[in-house]
């Protein structure tokens, strides 16, 4: 008896949890992808690429990649300061000097953990793609 009270009463500890970490897209979404996907408190915002803004260094690729996230950021109602995790995607491994110094004055002060990976290829023209991860405020 007491181990049916003791499943129902984590039951309901547990079923707010799950009811709150429902599935939303932010922004338009295409036939492949969404720009970002929330779930709960957490935004978890698709790989950018620079946009057409960007010229050829590594430097102006990483700072247009990460701004073009402000937008889907503003939408789900979070900033770039909370973002917490970042993953750098870079075709080669000798602009990871360029990168970290864009990222660093992108994220000016305390800023997100990263992990960064050189990969063969991108699937569209660039030197990099970038993916994060942001916390939404309540």
Known sequence: MMKGLRLAVLGLLVMPVIASAQKTVVGTSTATLSP???VGDLLY???QLPGRDADSTIESQTKSALE???PTLAAAGTSKENIVKCTVFLVDVKDFAGMNKAYAAFFSKEPPARSTVVVAALVAPGKL???CIAAIPK
Request: a neutral charge; charged letters at 35%; hydrophobic letters at 35%.
């Open 36 to 38: 970002g996907v929330r």
């Open 45 to 47: 915002l698709s790989g």
């Open 68 to 70: 073009r996230m402000n």
């Open 129 to 131: 793609e970038v993916e």
